[in-house]
């Protein structure tokens, strides 16, 4: 399995819910990342999760909260957001941090509209 | 290319002709660089890496050429056929040992006319 797998694929939401984003990948990779896109713009990075553990969060506000229960699962639990959050969200994995060169394996993304 | 306000840069080829993708990096210490393509309505793609002690790579149908003294990165794609037409971009990682804080330059179209 090379692939990583993201759900749901488009998330519709209001101002004061709650919900979740779930990445999933099986290669055994262990370090997960959590990206954010807007409409013809680059990704941006968010977060990095290495060996389980945040290691980068590139100040991004609390009512994003990424979490990574296992080597495999990451989520990015979402409340209380705002219109200017509705993006495309990429998670993606390599096989390590900072070992070397790591390639990231990006999944199709779950497209967030909040109205 | 960079990104110009809510436009891509956007590269016109016809099918069978190389393409000349070119990018413009800040950071003089970045230890890596790689090339993503992304298609619509899917995730970023891996093309071809190249390190900071290299000059050029070749993959398959794919070169990267790497210009340390002018912070300049390029995409060749030679013989460009449909299934190249997709948005481009380079990323790089600033210091390998500080992790893998992999960041997107801006972005550039290829449209492939057949």
């Known amino acids: 399995d090379t692939e990583v797998t993201q759900t749901p694929k488009h998330l519709v939401m209001g101002m004061t819910n709650k919900k979740s984003l779930k990445c999933e990948q099986h290669?055994?990779?262990?370090?997960m990342y959590w990206y954010k896109q807007k409409a013809k713009k680059p990704p941006e990075l968010m977060f990095v999760?290495?060996?389980?553990?945040?290691?980068i969060n590139e100040s991004v506000p609390s009512r994003f909260s990424p979490e990574c229960p296992n080597s495999s699962l990451l989520n990015l639990h979402l409340h209380a957001l705002q219109p200017e959050d509705s993006a495309l969200y990429l998670c993606?994995?390599?096989?390590?941090?900072?070992?070397?060169?790591?390639?990231?394996?990006f999944g199709a993304g779950s497209r967030l509209t909040v109205l | 290319g960079e990104n110009v306000g809510l436009h891509l840069p956007t590269l016109s080829v016809q099918e069978g002709d190389n393409s000349i993708i070119n990018c413009a990096y800040s950071?003089?210490?970045?230890?890596?660089f790689i090339w993503y393509k992304q298609e619509s309505g899917k995730g970023p793609q891996f093309i071809i890496d190249?390190?900071?002690?290299?000059d050029k790579r070749q993959g398959q149908r794919v070169t990267v050429l790497l210009n340390k003294t002018v912070k300049h990165l390029s995409l060749q794609i030679a013989a460009t056929q449909p299934g190249d037409s997709a948005v481009y971009f380079c990323?790089?990682?600033?210091?390998?040992?500080?992790?893998?804080?992999?960041?997107f330059g801006g972005g550039t179209r290829v449209l492939v006319k057949p």
């Open positions: 993606a994995s390599s096989q390590g941090t900072v070992s070397g060169a790591n390639v990231l394996t």
């Open positions: 290669m055994g990779h262990r370090a």
């Open positions: 999760y290495s060996y389980e553990k945040l290691s």
């Open positions: 950071n003089s210490a970045s230890d890596y």
């Open positions: 190249i390190r900071s002690n290299m």
């Open positions: 990323a790089e990682i600033p210091h390998l040992a500080a992790g893998n804080k992999l960041t």
